[in-house]
């Protein structure tokens, strides 16, 4: 199976061009599924329920999430009603959504599962202790062909050993919300496919997608009053990676596909 997953898309620039670009690369690279993590597309902060129905007409599978997940407050009933827009797992009981799901496309059953790290992040349920939910619920090659962890988290220790900890028993763990991509992608010892992080989908000449002016005052200035930040509008990268995985469900390939903007455009083969 071929899967592009795709970083924080910050802003409604980078969500035009990544919806854009999806309908374009599904057929030009062949692609079985497409998954998006939208928590920063609505100006930013969280999503709004037009915004997921974009990204799904686009083409998008599964759309993923993390602590921004609530900034939008319409997006509480369309979450409850939803199995393929994820919240993080680990949030306390009784939150509304899901945090993982399988669903069907010609090419097979896919499981998506969203998790938060707990260091440096909003409170949540240690996520250690959530990771054998998702090996008990995502089963290689008896109720899924494929299977794919967002670990959205700031510490890159903590989504390295969540790696590790996981290695061969999914597809895939990949990383998203530091917004800046990590050069570390591989396919582990055991066959999951791997990198810290995604990086965003976002203009990258700004303070992880906000103006530098009013970011960089906030930290200059740490006693005044903080400065709204404003999404930055320059040219967007996309920033994603596309895994490929073998007939036993395990990863074969993860490649860095970033499109546009500051970044230095992968090329592909
Ligand atoms: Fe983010
Ligand atoms: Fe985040």
């Given at each position: 199976?071929?899967?592009?997953?795709?970083?924080?898309?910050?802003?409604?620039?980078?969500?035009?061009?990544v919806q854009k670009k999806i309908i374009?690369?599904k057929?030009?690279?062949?692609?079985?599924?497409i998954?998006v993590?939208?928590?920063?597309?609505?100006?930013?902060?969280?999503?709004?329920?037009?915004?997921?129905?974009d990204f799904f007409k686009a083409g998008a599978?599964?759309?993923?999430?993390?602590?921004?997940?609530?900034?939008?407050?319409?997006?509480?009933?369309?979450?409850?009603?939803?199995?393929?827009?994820?919240?993080?797992?680990?949030?306390?009981?009784?939150?509304?959504?899901?945090?993982?799901?399988?669903?069907?496309?010609?090419?097979?059953?896919?499981?998506?599962?969203?998790?938060?790290?707990?260091?440096?992040?909003?409170?949540?349920?240690?996520?250690?202790?959530?990771?054998?939910?998702?090996?008990?619920?995502?089963?290689?090659?008896?109720?899924?062909?494929?299977?794919?962890?967002?670990?959205?988290?700031?510490?890159?220790?903590?989504?390295?050993?969540?790696?590790?900890?996981?290695?061969?028993?999914?597809?895939?763990?990949?990383?998203?919300?530091?917004?800046?991509?990590?050069?570390?992608?591989?396919?582990?010892?055991?066959?999951?496919?791997?990198?810290?992080?995604?990086?965003?989908?976002?203009?990258?000449?700004?303070?992880?997608?906000?103006?530098?002016?009013?970011?960089?005052?906030?930290?200059?200035?740490?006693?005044?009053?903080?400065?709204?930040?404003?999404?930055?509008?320059?040219?967007?990268?996309?920033?994603?990676?596309?895994?490929?995985?073998?007939?036993?469900?395990?990863?074969?390939?993860?490649?860095?596909?970033?499109?546009?903007?500051?970044?230095?455009?992968?090329?592909?083969?």
């Open positions: 199976m071929k899967v592009l997953f795709i970083g924080d898309i910050v802003g409604r620039h980078a969500r035009n061009y374009e690369l057929s030009e690279l062949k692609l079985d599924a998954i993590n939208v928590e920063n597309s609505a100006g930013g902060f969280g999503v709004t329920p037009s915004i997921c129905e599978d599964v759309l993923t999430t993390g602590n921004h997940i609530w900034d939008k407050r319409e997006i509480i009933s369309y979450i409850s009603e939803s199995d393929k827009l994820l919240r993080p797992l680990n949030m306390i009981e009784g939150t509304p959504g899901l945090g993982m799901t399988i669903i069907e496309i010609p090419a097979g059953r896919i499981g998506v599962a969203n998790i938060m790290t707990n260091l440096f992040m909003g409170p949540t349920d240690p996520v250690f202790e959530t990771l054998p939910k998702i090996v008990e619920k995502f089963k290689l090659n008896f109720n899924v062909d494929f299977s794919i962890v967002d670990v959205h988290g700031e510490a890159s220790s903590e989504k390295m050993a969540i790696g590790f900890a996981l290695d061969g028993k999914v597809s895939a763990v990949v990383g998203t919300h530091t917004h800046v991509p990590t050069a570390d992608h591989r396919v582990l010892e055991n066959g999951t496919a791997y990198i810290t992080d995604v990086g965003m989908s976002g203009d990258y000449d700004s303070v992880i997608g906000m103006n530098k002016k009013e970011a960089m005052t906030r930290f200059i200035y740490p006693n005044k009053k903080n400065p709204r930040l404003e999404v930055s509008t320059g040219e967007p990268t996309l920033c994603g990676v596309i895994i490929e995985s073998n007939e036993n469900g395990l990863s074969s390939s993860i490649h860095p596909l970033r499109l546009g903007g500051k970044l230095k455009e992968t090329i592909l083969n």
